[in-house]
């Protein structure tokens, strides 16, 4: 399913500015708003899994090891991104 609103959104004209639902309306900047602001949120799952899951310790620390490093990765990712949009925007204004 996210290969069609990726599809759908690919030219378009990226958010930057208000709310938006879709996360592929959004620019990179906004993509990375809401990486930073889910983070609370991910450890707060964390925490009530740990409490409510019969789990062992190690599946939780790789359940949570896993989570971490995908969200590093991905931060990562949109930063560079962004990074090289925010580059190729300014030569383009000059």
């Known amino acids: 399913m996210s290969w069609i609103s990726a599809t759908i959104y690919r030219n378009k004209e990226k958010v930057d500015k208000g709310f938006v639902f879709a996360y592929y309306k959004l620019s990179y900047r906004r993509k990375l708003i809401r990486i930073l602001w889910s983070v609370p949120l991910v450890i707060l ?50």
Do not use: P, T
């Open 45 to 94: 799952c964390l925490i009530i899994i740990y409490k409510l899951a019969d789990w062992s310790q190690i599946e939780f620390i790789l359940f949570s090891g896993i989570l971490i490093i995908g969200i590093v990765m991905q931060f990562c990712y949109v930063f560079a991104k962004w990074k090289k949009y925010e580059r190729h925007s300014l030569k383009v204004e000059l």
